[in-house]
């Protein structure tokens, strides 16, 4: 079975075709700059590349590329498109309505538009690639959609809630969701496959650091809290945006500058984070350059960051009672040593102990513990695949 993931954004598209034999990659590709002017990139899992400036005014004219990179002579996987068994789309907004992925029918794909509000860019942009999808694969191919807020499904009251009136959880579902969720999923239930032990026996943590971040608390394969809220703005700080923060600093700085909700908007989500603190850049690495080059705003940024991590790890531990895994994972988490070091050597309350020499090789998609053996907690770096949790949720579907 062969299944194509597919990632819609509001002027993007990426996809990865993935032979469910052995879960290899056949072709991976995006879809840039639609609407605009329109940029495509195609990768072949034997290497093979083609990459070109086209119009695409639309997600379906987007497909139409993806189509003919596809069955291309030259860059082709595919002879026909009869091949593609199942497409699965991943969904960042679920809301409580979808607690678990789901096959795409009318009525599903009206529940997602009903969530726009909650996530107006990104389920707008996914409604638009379900139907340019169906316009060009058609009906017969059966499509899946795959929720970043699902695993975080079951957190409790208590976890998901805020204190403000209770009238606007029920008029406008006001509430924390959390993202990431296929994330954190893949790297947890991995994260016990490397231990040999059964998810439902432990607790553990799971940190998703990059451009954007968040940190989760999992017991027995379920998530009871996580960093993220009614948005992707709360929780760590990220790339640039804040992160967690009095809500009246918000409103404070508005007076002040006179903004209006939009402006404060773009303030809170596009010009803080990494690239508010030091004025630098939103990207770690450039950031943790400058630091070492001695910038004292680049290494404040890197500070608050690593305390952050350190502060969630703290609390989720309380939350969960004990911690048998932290996990660290995505662009940050996988590659940045330097951070985990830090963290980790602050967490030797909780027995923790890493190999510093591992930690410093586990970078650049390796996998693997940089626990010591005398540790109390395993810690693991997993690279994420959250695509691969979307072609599986679609191939046990699809075959049901």
């Known amino acids: 079975m062969k299944i194509l993931v597919i990632n819609a954004g509001s002027s993007s598209m990426k996809y990865q075709l993935i032979d469910m034999t052995d879960e290899s990659i056949l072709a991976k590709g995006n879809c840039e700059r639609i609407g605009i002017d329109g940029h495509f990139k195609h990768t072949t899992g034997d290497g093979r590349k083609c990459e070109y400036d086209v119009k695409m005014d639309n997600h379906t004219q987007a497909f139409m590329e993806i189509k003919k990179a596809l069955i291309d002579e030259k860059v082709g996987v595919i002879k026909e498109l009869s091949e593609v068994s199942a497409i699965g789309h991943r969904i ?211 500070d608050m960051l690593e305390y952050q991590i350190l502060k969630y790890i703290g609390a989720y531990t309380a939350v969960l009672g004990r911690v048998d895994a932290i996990v660290f994972t995505a662009g940050i988490g996988e590659n940045q040593s330097s951070h985990r070091e830090t963290v980790c050597h602050k967490l030797g309350y909780l027995g923790v102990a890493i190999d510093d020499e591992v930690n410093k090789k586990a970078i650049r998609g390796v996998e693997g513990r940089i626990s010591t053996p005398e540790s109390k907690v395993d810690v693991f770096v997993i690279p994420t695949n959250e695509e691969i949790v979307i072609a599986r949720d679609t191939m046990a579907l699809c075959s049901k």
């Not at 789901?102 to 794909?109: A, C, F, Q, S, T």
């Not at 992160?243 to 773009?266: H, N, Q, R, Y």
Request: proline residues 4%; hydrophobic residues 40%; contains cysteine.
């Open 92 to 302: 960042v907004q679920g809301g409580s309505i979808f607690k678990e992925s789901v096959l795409v029918d009318e009525k599903v794909i009206a529940d997602i538009e009903s969530l726009i509000p909650l996530a107006p860019l990104h389920n707008a942009a996914h409604v638009q690639g379900i139907r340019a999808c169906l316009e060009v694969f058609g009906k017969d191919v059966p499509e899946v959609v795959v929720f970043d807020t699902a695993f975080h499904s079951t957190m409790p009251q208590t976890a998901f809630m805020y204190a403000v009136p209770y009238e606007y959880y029920e008029k406008y579902a006001v509430r924390r969701y959390g993202f990431h969720g296929t994330s954190h999923r893949y790297v947890s239930h991995r994260c016990a496959e490397l231990m040999g032990k059964d998810i439902k026996d432990l607790k553990m943590i799971t940190c998703h650091l990059g451009n954007g971040s968040s940190i989760t608390a999992i017991d027995g394969g379920k998530v009871v809290d996580t960093s993220m809220g009614l948005t992707p703005l709360d929780g760590i700080m990220m790339g640039t945006r804040t992160g967690c923060l009095d809500p009246s600093v918000v409103t404070f700085i508005m007076e002040k500058e006179g903004m209006t909700p939009a402006e404060a908007d773009i303030m809170l989500n596009k010009k803080s984070g990494f690239l508010g603190i030091s004025g630098i850049s939103s990207d770690d690495r450039d950031v943790s350059a400058a630091a070492e080059a001695g910038d004292p705003r680049a290494k404040l940024a890197i």
